[in-house]
């Protein structure tokens, strides 16, 4: 159901309404991810992310729980464990699953412009926000990687 469609139901429900009909257009779907898996007990925050000109971001990690990013500005250099390195620019979006897998890249895509991204992730009971994938890991897991772009 759409956010329009779920308003629409509810004003149905109740017969309250008020103010201008601007919601039936107002949202716009950036992003519909599934499956996910929310742990029993976890919590959500928002993060708000600005990296310099070419900062490579942080270094291989993994969330917990899902995640889903909005880029504000700039472009955002995109890997995840399994999937091709993308960049998304300003006005896209992008999701991980969290748990086992391991998000390789998040940094700047621009060497000359700052990048800015906001990210909501939902956070295992327990568990850290985001824990660092270590290089014997990292050697471990390698074949897991996707092919690394020609340079």
């Known amino acids: 159901m759409t956010v329009s469609e779920n308003h629409a139901a509810h004003v149905h429900a109740t017969g309250e309404h ?51 990013g ?13 999937e091709p390195e993308r960049v998304v620019e300003a006005g896209g979006t992008f999701w991980e699953p969290g748990g086992d897998v391991i998000h390789y890249q998040d940094g700047n895509a621009l060497p000359d412009a700052r990048t ?5 992730m939902v956070c295992a009971p327990g568990k850290p926000m985001l824990e660092l ?6 050697t471990e897991r390698a074949h897991l990687r996707a092919p690394r772009p020609a340079v």
Request: net charge negative; hydrophobic share 35%.
């Open 18 to 68: 008020t103010g201008s009909e601007g919601w039936k257009t107002a949202a716009t779907m950036l992003q519909d991810a599934s499956p996910i898996t929310v742990p029993d007990g976890a919590s959500a925050m928002t993060i708000h992310v600005e990296w310099g000109p070419g900062d490579p971001g942080t270094p291989p990690h993994r969330h917990s729980g899902p995640a889903f």
């Open 70 to 82: 909005y880029v504000i500005r700039g472009a955002v250099r995109f890997e995840l464990e399994g």
């Open 133 to 138: 994938v270590d290089e014997e890991e990292l």
């Open 116 to 120: 800015e991204f906001v990210v909501t």
